[in-house]
T-cell receptor, first 110, second 112 residues
Framework: DAGVIQSPRHEVTEMGQEVTLRCKPI?????LFWYRQTMMRGLELLIY????????DSGMPEDRFSAKMPNASFSTLKIQPSEPRDSAVYFC????????FGQGTRLTVV | GESVGLHLPTLSVQEGDNSIINCAYS??????FIWYKQESGKGPQFIID?????DKRQGQRVTVLLNKTVKHLSLQIAATQPGDSAVYFC???????????FGGGTRLMVKP
């Protein structure tokens, strides 16, 4: 297995634009997590899914953020509209007990 | 203005020495703990885990110790190598398979 695959690796966008981050989990893992990492706050859990169903989205900062998992092979995190303070590295992780992380998407909103 | 970020504690060790990285966790109900290693530009990488019914677990060159009485976790790295230089995070999980809560991290610097 290639591990958790995230795309794009880097994204630079203008304030107000929509941003979509993508994640392909490791096959067979029941849990999928979206994390955000910044110097200010460290690693924060945004939302997680179990068997494609959102379980806890209390970490999602505001309504501009949304996440979906239409099937066991794919998840998206969308920010609309994006703001400069959303600049961070966003990680997708999957697991069934532990969590295995992707390489992350570095988002810069200018 | 000047931005204020997380001040990561830093542990500096000589190559070949043993390293001990400590972590205090917050939730007495946590029953599963993981240590992660994060190198620059990469995602956190699973190193070793331990469940609350154990107080010690060993891997290859790494040992995790759990003291539930004082809610303390430590990671010991034997014969530290330059490739061990990274930020190390402990994570706790109240119920295995559910959300992980991460500590702030410790930066390990290995001097050749």
């Amino acid at each position: 297995d290639a591990g958790v695959i995230q795309s794009p690796r880097h994204e630079v966008t203008e304030m107000g634009q929509e941003v979509t981050l993508r994640c392909k989990p490791i096959s067979g893992h029941d849990y999928l997590f979206w994390y955000r990492q910044t110097m200010m706050r460290g690693l924060e859990l945004l939302i997680y899914f179990n068997n494609n169903v959102p379980i806890d989205d209390s970490g999602m900062p505001e309504d501009r953020f949304s996440a979906k998992m239409p099937n066991a092979s794919f998840s998206t995190l969308k920010i609309q509209p994006s703001e400069p303070r959303d600049s961070a590295v966003y990680f997708c992780a999957t697991g069934d007990g532990e969590a295995f992380f992707g390489q992350g998407t570095r988002l810069t909103v200018v | 203005g000047e931005s204020v970020g997380l001040h990561l504690p830093t542990l500096s060790v000589q190559e070949g020495d043993n390293s001990i990285i400590n972590c205090a966790y917050s939730n007495s109900a946590s029953d599963y703990f993981i240590w992660y290693k994060q190198e620059s530009g990469k995602g956190p990488q699973f190193i070793i885990d331990i469940r609350s019914n154990m107080d010690k677990r060993q891997g290859q060159r790494v040992t995790v110790l759990l003291n539930k009485t004082v809610k303390h976790l430590s990671l010991q790295i034997a014969a530290t190598q330059p490739g061990d230089s990274a930020v190390y995070f402990c994570a706790e999980n109240p119920h295995a398979g559910n959300m992980l809560t991460f500590g702030g991290g410790t930066r390990l610097m290995v001097k050749p």
